[in-house]
């Protein structure tokens, strides 16, 4: 792990820091020299942005197409880097050929067990943390459970059976729930922290497999400021469950990307910061994934856009620009974790 962030100055950082990570595309990794350079400098930690998702590895029952994935992984293996796991079980990742099945036969276990076996199977001491159940959370649904395929087919202990399911076949791995909306002060982000942690005190109590959570952090710059009142006490609930937490797909939306590009990436950087002070001052946070190195290959350039948003202009909210280059928020997230103070340490290597 030191090497991949070696050269950075780690003498002013709190605490040995978190493990610095991005989601990425073996494909992309290997059509674009620039970008493997990035992941190599910055990452310790990978995560498939979509090769291991299940529509991408089982898109037809007897349709196995573990190219990517295990693309990835070697690659990973042959620069010493971590693999996160994502995601066994996302409604939205689910393939429609699975979907028919868990709705034909609900309550029918086996399509997960074999699932699972097969994928942890193949991915076992290649993974170190699997996002085991993926968005799990609803703060409309009267339980604060989201009325996925899963759900559905067999009720709400299908988290807890899908924890066991994924300890039976990676007893060394990490297991996760990761899930999205717990940043902002706003009514549904306060009902979604709440169902969430509703739903973690559940498993603990009934002794489910759950080693850590993963708060996704998709940071918003039209949902206001990030505040301490609100963040920390989540982070501490979750700690004091016994849990790790992961951030595992920071990335900023910007609010109409308007304006020079340095005052925008001057305020996604501040952003970026003023999450990071209170996130990293909880000592069960121990790692930081950005979801994407480059703006070049954000989902965030999929999103619907603000109405009196700029159209043809690139989003900008991960660490490096559309060019490769790195951006205020790049130095941001670096000093966060290791203490590193500027420019000349990326120029230097
Ligand atoms: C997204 C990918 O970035 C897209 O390329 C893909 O089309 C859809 O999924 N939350 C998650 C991620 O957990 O898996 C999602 O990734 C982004 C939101």
Redesign the pocket.
């Known amino acids: 792990m030191s090497d991949a962030r070696g050269g950075m100055d780690a003498t002013k950082s709190r605490r040995p820091g978190p493990y610095l990570g991005a ?1 990425v ?1 073996i494909d992309q990794i290997e059509a674009d020299a620039r970008l493997a350079e990035a992941v190599l400098r910055d990452c310790a930690s990978l995560t498939p ?2 090769d291991m ?1 299940w529509d991408a590895l089982q898109p037809g029952p007897g349709d196995w197409r573990t190219g990517p994935a295990d693309g990835l992984v070697a690659f990973a293996r042959r620069h010493g880097l971590e693999v996160r796991g ?2 066994l079980l ?1 409604d ?2 689910t393939p429609a050929w699975a979907k028919a099945r868990l709705e034909r036969a609900p309550g029918d276990w086996k399509i997960v067990a074999d699932y699972f076996q097969a994928v942890l199977g193949r991915y076992g001491d290649a993974v170190s943390e699997w ?1 085991v159940v ?2 799990p959370i609803d703060s409309e649904a009267p339980d604060g459970l989201r009325a996925t395929v899963f759900q559905k087919a067999y009720g709400p202990t299908y988290i807890e059976r899908a924890l066991h399911e994924a300890r039976a076949h990676a007893p060394n791995a990490r297991l996760v729930l ?3 909306g717990f940043d902002y002060d706003n009514p549904v982000e306060h009902q979604r922290r709440a169902a969430f942690l509703r739903l973690l005190e559940q498993l603990k109590t009934s002794g489910a497999p759950l080693d850590g959570v ?1 708060v ?1 952090a ?1 940071l918003d710059l039209s949902k206001g400021p990030l505040k301490r009142e609100i963040l920390a006490p989540f982070f501490t609930r979750i700690a004091d469950l016994g849990l790790s937490i992961a951030i ?2 920071l990335d900023v939306k910007e609010d109409g990307r308007r304006g020079g590009v340095a005052e925008r990436d001057r305020k996604v950087a501040d952003h970026v910061q003023a999450y990071l002070d209170i996130a990293l001052d909880q000592p069960s946070v121990t790692g930081l994934t950005t ?2 190195l480059s703006d070049r290959h ?2 965030l350039q ?1 999103q619907p856009l603000h109405p009196s948003a700029n159209p043809t202009g690139m989003n900008r909210g991960l660490p490096y620009d559309g060019a490769l280059e790195p951006k205020p928020v790049y130095w941001t997230i670096q000093q966060a974790v290791s203490g590193a103070k500027g420019p000349s340490t990326l120029t230097s290597r």
């Open positions: 989601a595309r942005e979509i998702k994502h995601t996302w939205q990742s996002d993926n968005e990761n899930d999205y993963g996704q998709h595992t797909e979801w994407g954000s989902w999929k």
